[in-house]
């Protein structure tokens, strides 16, 4: 079979996408027709041509830096050979038609680098995701959908970012131990202060691998007397399954600060890991606890429900508002979420399936496990409720699946 004959000017004039090629004096080498249409410039209006002597900053806006970032940006990539994906970029363009009137642009970029064979830079790939029109539907924001596309338009460059992270963690394949714990650690810091509320977490990786997994938990503080807590388990072992477990994680923190409750929270989620390779699949639980109206309010993502034992040794397991993991519908559907009041001295814990799932067992026999071991040692406080469950629950040799434990006296 005969190779085909590629005509690689061609593709790359062809590529969805705005995509341009800058010289190492970032100054235009070629841009693709959707580079050239969607920021309103000919060939003829680019090639040779310093790229800010052609998108020079807005006059009338003294607080415009684009031009500043984007520089910053591919110097950096001229400076060490490497990838550098920018936050997201507010960037007027000046409408050729209307000379002094300027439109509003907002743009996600990646400028990364092409060598030569000695390893220098002779060309700057500068791709730009156009995302004018997500931002703008903050006018629309009221509506259901208006608010699930801003959410997407303002986590999407995180995304970006972290996937940058990801990228580099897969080509690095580090094999030494102190640094995936030192990884983990830093994807999984300690919690800070809850107020005046009692709260363990832990994490145990599982065996055999490099110590970094896809389990994770998060808390993060909102206003008034209330925090949102989760827990989440992403497919897969090691440094990728950590990367995506790193975005996934800091995603679903943001989204929490802005949604009005766990199922907005986990519809943003959703949207944004459509652009996460690997985060198809991923389980999470999200809860708001209001100590003032003493109500959780949760929503799962295909997760295991979390647990809430009360003074009189009664458990009940948080089962009213379970939906498919993260990935598994092609189109946006409102997740279900529900409350469910509480007392001074219950005690909730959420955790992943490294706790209870046995491959040679039924769910119902390791639930009934963490049932009891709540009950057991119920009368503890969280940190050493946290240990008993571990010590009660996990392989003494390990376990082959991470586990993550959060543990709240409310």
């Not at 708001?288 to 809430?308: E, F, K, R, V």
């Amino acid at each position: 079979m005969r190779k085909p004959q590629i005509d690689y000017a061609a593709v790359f004039r062809a590529l969805p996408g705005m995509v341009a090629l800058l010289t190492p004096d970032l100054v235009y080498a070629d841009a693709n027709e959707d580079f050239l249409r969607l920021a309103g410039r000919t060939r003829e209006q680019l090639l040779g041509r310093y790229i800010f002597d052609v998108f020079p900053e807005n006059p009338n806006d003294p607080a415009a830096a684009g031009m500043r970032e984007t520089q910053a940006s591919m110097l950096r990539v001229v400076a060490t050979g490497e990838r550098d994906t920018m936050a997201l970029l507010r960037y007027d363009i000046e409408d050729r038609e209307r000379p002094g009137h300027w439109v509003e642009h907002f743009w996600s970029p990646v400028n990364a680098p092409v060598l030569d064979r000695d390893g220098n830079v002779v060309l700057i790939v500068h791709r730009v995701e156009e995302i004018t029109e997500l931002i703008r539907a903050r006018a629309g924001a009221g509506s259901d959908t208006g608010r699930a596309r801003v959410l997407e338009a303002e986590l999407y460059t995180r995304a970006r970012e972290l996937q940058e992270l990801n990228e580099r963690l897969r080509r690095a394949q580090a094999r030494d131990r102190e640094v995936a714990l030192a990884l983990q650690e830093a994807m999984l810091p300690a919690p800070g202060p809850v107020g005046h509320h009692r709260a363990a977490v832990r994490y145990r990786p599982a065996i055999g691998t490099l110590n970094v997994c896809g389990d994770w938990y998060d808390l993060v503080d909102l206003p008034g007397d209330r925090i949102a807590v989760a827990v989440g388990d992403v497919v897969g072992h090691g440094l990728r399954a950590a990367g995506v477990m790193g975005q996934l994680r800091s995603a679903l923190s943001a989204a929490a600060r802005v949604a009005d409750g766990p199922a907005r929270a986990l519809e943003a989620l959703g949207l944004y890991a459509r652009h996460v390779e690997g985060a198809e699949s991923t389980t999470v639980v999200k809860t708001y606890i209001d100590w003032d109206a003493h109500t959780l309010t949760y929503s799962s993502a295909g997760h295991l429900p979390p647990a809430l034992l009360r003074p009189d040794g009664t458990v009940t397991f948080l089962d009213r508002a379970t939906d498919p993991p993260l990935g598994a519908r092609p189109e946006h559907i409102a997740r279900p979420e529900a409350d469910l009041p509480f007392a001074e001295g219950d005690i909730l814990v959420l955790y992943t399936d490294g706790l209870v799932e046995r491959r040679d067992e039924d769910i119902d026999a390791g639930l009934a496990r963490l049932a009891d071991s709540l009950v057991r040692h119920g009368r503890s406080v969280p940190e050493a409720l946290a240990d008993a469950l571990l010590a009660d629950l996990l392989p003494p040799g390990g376990n082959t699946d991470d586990t993550a434990l959060v543990v709240i006296r409310l």
